[in-house]
């Protein structure tokens, strides 16, 4: 089992700037392949953005690469989302997702909301 607690969100205008963070225990955290992914309001939950066991960099959606950067401490074991450049349409509930062995476990989502 792994637990996952996202934190960071909030109400930020639009060209701001937001981290969400995301510990994890119950697992090694450097054996996970951690991921952010959002739902915006009547919209089904999309990827954000991923960042491999193996490795220091990540792969982004098209519609935040530039502008979102995922990292990763595993010292901390937690996963970070650099939000800049934040727009309305980025408003949503981010979650934090692993992956390890095949099973995927989830966070509760926290809540970001970019105003214009």
């Known amino acids: 089992q792994v637990q996952l607690v996202e934190s960071g969100g909030g109400v930020v205008q639009a060209g701001g700037s937001l981290r969400l963070s995301c510990a994890a225990s119950?697992?090694?955290?450097?054996?996970?392949?951690m991921g952010w992914f959002r739902q915006a309001p009547g919209k089904e939950r999309e990827f954000v953005a991923v960042?491999?066991?193996?490795?220091?960099?990540?792969d982004h959606a098209d519609s935040v690469k530039g502008r979102f950067s995922i990292s990763r401490d595993n010292a901390m074991n937690t996963v970070y989302l650099q939000m800049n450049s934040l727009k309305p349409e980025d408003t949503a509930v981010y979650y934090c997702?692993?992956?390890?062995?095949?099973?995927?476990?989830w966070g509760k989502g926290t809540l970001v909301t970019v105003s214009s």
């Open positions: 960042i491999r066991w193996s490795s220091s960099n990540g």
């Open positions: 119950g697992r090694t955290f450097s054996n996970l392949d």
């Open positions: 997702g692993a992956s390890v062995g095949g099973n995927n476990y």
